[in-house]
Every structure is written in C-alpha cells, then in structure tokens.
Nanobody, 127 residues
Framework: QVQLVESGGGLLQAGGSLRLSCAAS????????MGWFRQGPGKEREFVAA????????FYSNSLKGRFTISRDNAKNTLYLQMNKLRPEDTAVYYC????????????????????WGQGTQVTVSS
C-alpha cells in the first residue's frame, strides 16, 4: 500500500509560481514511477508529468513542458511539482499518483496506469 498526501495548493495571480508536494508513505515509494495529473472545472483528469523511480527520466504533457518541473526526493518520500508562469487555465485540482509496477513511459499518460491516488490539492489562478 502507498498513501499519498498532496499539499502546496492555493490562490495566486497569473504569472506566479507555486510548488506542490506529495508526501508518500509505504515501502514501495522509491521503486514506483510517480506522476501528477490535474482536473479542471468541468474537465476530465489529465496527465501533467511523470518521473521514474530513479529520478533520471521525466516526461511531460506537451502543452506544459517548459513551465512545469517534476522532481522527487526518495530519501524524504516526497514528489514535487514546480509550476511557473501560471495561467488561469492551469486552475485545477492537482493529484499525485503512484504508477503500477512495470508501467512504461507509454502508460504514463493513462489514468488507468495509476495504482494509488492522493486526495488532490486545489490550485486557482486568477487573471
């Protein structure tokens, strides 16, 4: 079992930055690929970014690459998402996810590849 708890969300103006954290518990954190998804108002949950357990490989949604950076600290069992130059359309609930063992990069975009989800943290960007 892996338990995930996100934090760091909030309300900010367009152009600002925010760093989300996801604290994980459970013995498998360091061996799972991890990811971030988001769900905006009236929208489906969509892929944001993923990172392999070594932290050496990262994968991003094409529309977000360059503004968002995913990282992890296995010693602290924590996943991060640094978000810069935020826009009103980034408003969403952001979820961290632990992927199923053996998930490859082809599966990172798929919600069905996640074995565990956090409860989500709200990010609201005003214009």
């Amino acid at each position: 079992q892996v338990q995930l708890v996100e934090s760091g969300g909030g309300l900010l103006q367009a152009g600002g930055s925010l760093r989300l954290s996801c604290a994980a518990s459970g013995r498998t954190f360091s061996t799972n690929a991890m990811g971030w998804f988001r769900q905006g108002p009236g929208k489906e949950r969509e892929f944001v970014a993923a990172i392999r357990w070594t932290g050496s490989y990262t994968f991003y949604s094409n529309s977000l690459k360059g503004r968002f950076t995913i990282s992890r600290d296995n010693a602290k069992n924590t996943l991060y998402l640094q978000m810069n130059k935020l826009r009103p359309e980034d408003t969403a609930v952001y979820y961290c996810a632990a992927y199923r063992s053996g998930t490859t990069s082809d599966g990172y975009r798929q919600r069905s590849s996640a074995a565990y989800w956090g409860q989500g943290t709200q990010v609201t960007v005003s214009s």
